[in-house]
């Protein structure tokens, strides 16, 4: 399935990536004790996000705000995951995935820690919540809760369970299909009234539809998912992203890990390499610039190879793909974002 997205005014909220080009060769398998880095002190986010409309809403001041609790909780998350992970070194997939389980190591604790700090129930945490379900009934792709127009793990986390954010004195909800609503002075009543009512209208709500197939898109997606090769007890699936914002863009792609252990499908941590290339367009399509960088090479049950904020913001059919590694599988995916 592809799926055309326009977030259109989420101006700071552009997501990170991983991508690779078929113009390049594959990268040799790595080293696996190369990439585990020595332990580091905690990462403290200690940001004042306080709770509007109804205290149901975090408010993030300002776009420079957001963008430094972004950055914060993503270092945060990354060097959690990153310590645990060079204390458990040269393991395989299996043993490495059981001692996660015998110690109920949590990958998101950093992430969940920040929305019980602030008081406030996560989009993430709703997504996982409905995940434990999907699993439970066999992870039919076609009904897959992270099917949603934000994947991105530290924005979920930003946002409340319905999709809600303010930052500065935008109030926004996103669909997961990509549909926004922005209601630009901060009214918590017109807020409520276009999200209860789809034809409800006012001078400051813009509502943001997902549009139809262009030549030269600001938003795309595409996703998919296989076992791994020779083990039909491992799964992973796999999305790329490319989202442009007013301010920046940004891209990212997700590898997302999955085992069958005791008859049933569960997260699982697995030896991954994600990584983005290609090509992407200028405001106005008449200008293109390549882009390339390193791969995200974890052990995780998600991992996301991110790049931040670009200087143009568009992409054309095919232009752009993601490279997906699931190593120890010896898999390789690469998968242009078409639609």
Known sequence: ???????????????????????????????????????????????????????????????????????CLE??????????????????????????????????????????????????????????????????????????????????????????????????????????????????????????????TNPNLTRIMPAPPDVCQRNEYEKGGQEWANNSNRKFLWRVDFDAYIQNSRAKSVIRNFRLKNGNWKRAAAYCEVQVDGDIWNNECDSTVAVTFDAAIKKRKRVTARRYPLNYSKIKTGELLGYFRAINGNIYVDTAIVW
Not at 27 to 46: K, R, S, Y
């Open 1 to 71: 399935m592809k799926t055309n997205l326009i977030y259109g005014a989420l101006a700071v909220f552009a997501m990170g990536v991983g991508i690779y080009s078929c113009k390049k060769n594959l990268l040799t398998e790595p080293n696996q004790a190369q990439t585990v880095q020595a332990m580091q002190a905690p990462v403290v986010c200690t940001y004042d996000v306080p709770l509007v409309c109804n205290n149901q809403i975090p408010h993030y001041s300002s776009t420079q705000v957001f963008d430094a609790v972004y950055q």
């Open 75 to 200: 270092a945060q998350y990354e060097q959690y995951n990153d310590n645990f992970e060079a204390a458990h070194p040269n393991l395989s997939d299996d043993a490495y995935d059981d001692l996660v389980d015998s110690l109920a190591f949590n990958e998101e604790a950093t992430l969940k820690n920040w929305e019980v700090a602030k008081g406030y129930g996560s989009l993430r945490t709703h997504l996982n919540n409905l995940e434990d379900i999907w699993l439970a009934n066999g992870m039919d792709p076609n009904t897959d809760p992270f099917d949603h127009a934000v994947s991105d793990l530290i924005l979920l986390t930003m946002m409340n369970a319905a999709g809600d954010i303010r930052v500065a004195n935008d109030l926004i909800h996103t669909d997961p299909d990509g549909t926004q609503l922005i209601v630009s002075n901060a009214d918590c009543a017109i807020f409520d009234s276009a999200k209860a009512d789809p034809n409800y």
